[in-house]
């Protein structure tokens, strides 16, 4: 072979070689430089023209098998938290009795924070304090019949808490003492026990314990042993002037008139939920505290009216305002039928129905 021909052939192979290059660069991309700008990115469509975007991470979708979303993505409903009480409207709470001209409730007489409603077998009594007369009063109601029974004390009592099915205990005001008495069939002290200091309320909290709160001198909160020894304090810092107190499963609550609030606190002491409403809504004056049926009820004496929270410290309602009627609510009480008594300061017991 000459090598004028092989000069040929060499030259016709370096231009089919150049023209595959060209081809190959003109299907691949670029390679970026540091002055090129990225390029757009676009969402494929379907034939009809409609933008579509797959999931970028399907991991824990799944496919609903009905047939018409078929093929669809399915995300299960998780729920935001538990469910929400439902709000009642104020005006829903019916006036069905008031009880006055009784022991204990007399027109005119001063009734003290302490109003508590029980019930053995059948029959149903109501307890009032007396402080003009220094004694407890019960109102029995039985087959359509009523009947009185009364305890005289040294002086006038503070609040009633239950023990047992038939055993109370109160405070004692102005003397550091504690009583315990029988309700059923009457009236019966059992006995009287003295503590370290005055209290304003008291709450049974255990079989072997009490709770009870101090608004003279050294204010706060303590948890007592059935023979009036203090076994604990709670923290000082949290009161002002802690009124009363009440328990609802082994938590005390308590009524503070000063900081205008009402506080939960757990067996030990430690603060688990304050509730003080915003400055148009304040408490304003004594405020009684209780508990029944997973709410807490306080009245507000000096604010005319009854509220509602849970018992996780969350406002329900207004149960009783001024417009109902009410007018320097104390003591409150609410029974397993929805009753809730009302002590009104040197006047009367008024019965609401507040389903």
Known sequence: MSGRGTSSRLKALTRS?????????????????????????????????????????????????????????????????????????????????????????????????????????????????????????????????????????????????????????????????????????????????DTKTRYSSIAFMSPCTLVGSRVRGNCGVDVLDMSGNI????????????????????????GDMTNHAIMCFNDMGNLLFKFKPRADRKFVGFLTVTSHGGYIYASDREGHRVVQLTSDGEFVRDVLTKEDGIEEPQGICVTDDNLLYVSVINSYIRVYRIE
Not at 69 to 78: M, T
Not at 232 to 254: A, E, L, M, Q, W
Request: glycine share 6%.
């Open 17 to 193: 070689s150049l023209k595959s290059k060209e081809k190959f660069a003109e299907r691949s991309p670029a390679k970026p430089t540091p002055y090129s700008r990225p390029r757009r990115q676009f969402s494929s469509k379907d034939p009809k023209g409609k933008a579509s975007k797959k999931p970028t991470d399907t991991k824990d979708q799944k496919t609903s098998n009905s047939s018409e979303g078929k093929g669809k993505p399915f995300v299960k409903a998780v729920p935001d938290g538990p469910p929400i009480q439902p709000i009642i409207p104020p005006g829903r709470s019916e006036l069905i009795e008031i009880i006055e001209n009784t022991p204990g409730c007399r027109s005119g007489s001063e009734l003290m924070l302490g109003i508590l409603v029980m019930k053995l077998e059948g029959a149903t009594a109501i307890l009032t304090s007396d402080k003009v007369n220094k004694s407890v009063n019960a109102l029995y109601r039985e087959s359509g019949e009523e009947r009185t029974s009364t305890l005289s004390t040294s002086a006038s009592l503070t609040n009633f808490t239950i023990i047992e099915d038939n055993l109370v205990a109160a405070g004692v005001w102005y003397q550091d003492q504690i009583i315990f008495f029988k309700v059923f069939p009457d009236l019966d002290l059992q006995r009287t026990i």
């Open 231 to 254: 076994l604990r304090k709670f923290d000082s810092s949290h009161f002002s002037n802690p009124y009363s107190v009440c328990t609802y499963n082994g938590k005390c609550i308590v």
